[in-house]
């Protein structure tokens, strides 16, 4: 491997390790003032703006590596470079790939889990004529369950008591539930959550964001025509099924995740407020995407200065 290949992967594993250290800080900082304001109610009930503060530890050093230190080193640091990394900086890159590979090992047990305990209930399941966007299978044991699993090939389970305690108009709703958990990719969000559970803080937050998913899907399975009143009866009829052990620590989307009464609660009463109201009116995917665009184009015309900047910053780590 020549300098220039080595050199240039120490710098990014290095700068990687420094970013994500930064952020995580960030994280555990941002959320504790909150907590002292007695603003984390008001973020729970923000999926997305939750969603970007917790993976900020893993998205701010892949963006800050892919974006503006790879892309700098590569335009102006020549190929015959004899520059040597020091000791420290090395040492962090070596930080770097351990954790990647903490994360990445955490991501295949996780997938693996869940794979064997789909590949189980598909043994004893039966298929279900209930229209969805995913297949629907009914399950024996457990009875109580209704849930997504999977990530490629995601199938929908239900036990047989809770088809037997649901009438059709309860039911309707609480599969169109879980099909917006699909069409959110929450079971994806939840691998890259469970990876990166790097403390009480990160584990405080994923309780949050368990509860933020969860009105989230209510609310797209209301405004996909589903009634507040059935889907709420539905919930509380699973809420009382849910006496046993806890289920299999899987990537699953729950119609009831186990998460507590206070959780529930909060859902009932979004509900309430759904049926009295209308649904909540959420972030429309243009002005999401407007925004992607508008980050992106102003990247593109600060580009030059910004990876000049860049490699001076890189100048600064390697001498």
């Known amino acids: 491997m020549s300098s220039f290949v080595s050199l240039c992967l120490v710098v990014c594993f290095a700068v990687a390790a420094l970013s994500c250290s930064a952020a995580v800080a960030a994280v555990e900082t941002t959320w504790a003032l909150l907590r002292v304001i007695g603003r984390t109610e008001e973020l729970n009930r923000n999926y997305l ?3 970007v503060l917790r993976t900020l530890p893993v998205s701010a050093p892949a963006a800050i590596v892919l974006f503006a230190m790879l892309p700098s080193f590569m335009l102006f640091e020549p190929r015959q470079t004899t520059e ?20 990445s ?3 295949i047990l996780l997938l693996l889990a869940s794979w064997r305990t789909q590949r189980n209930w598909l043994r004893s399941a039966s298929k279900l004529d209930i229209p969805a966007t ?5 399950l024996d044991s457990p009875g109580a369950l209704v849930a997504v699993v999977g990530l490629f090939f995601p199938r929908m389970f ?13 039911l309707q709703p609480a599969v169109a539930h879980e099909c917006a958990h699909v069409r959110s990719l929450d079971n994806l969000k939840q691998i890259v959550l469970r990876a990166t559970r790097f403390s009480r803080t990160f584990a405080r937050m994923d309780h949050a964001l368990c509860n933020a998913a969860e009105i989230s899907a209510d609310n797209c399975a209301i405004m996909a025509g589903a009634s507040p009143l059935d889907l709420g009866s539905a919930i509380l009829k699973v809420a009382r099924m849910k006496t046993g052990p806890a289920l299999l620590p899987i990537t699953a989307s729950h119609l009831v995740p186990q998460v507590g009464t206070s959780a529930l609660r909060v859902r009932i009463e979004h509900l309430e407020a759904a049926l009295e109201n209308g649904p909540t009116q959420q972030t429309s995917r243009y002005s999401r995407w407007f ?5 992106l184009a102003a990247y593109a015309v600060t580009l030059p200065l910004f990876l000049t900047l860049c490699h001076k910053l890189t100048e600064v780590l390697v001498r």
Not at 134 to 138: G, L, S
Not at 158 to 170: F, Q, S, W, Y
């Open 291 to 295: 925004v992607v665009g508008a980050v």
């Open 49 to 51: 703006a939750l969603f």
């Open 158 to 170: 239900i036990g047989k008591l809770v088809l037997e305690a649901l009438t059709p108009e309860e």
């Open 84 to 103: 040597r990394a020091e000791w420290w900086l090395i040492a962090l890159a070596i930080c770097s790939l351990l954790a990647l590979t903490f994360v």
């Open 134 to 138: 995913i297949p629907v299978y009914a």
């Open 105 to 107: 090992v955490r991501i």
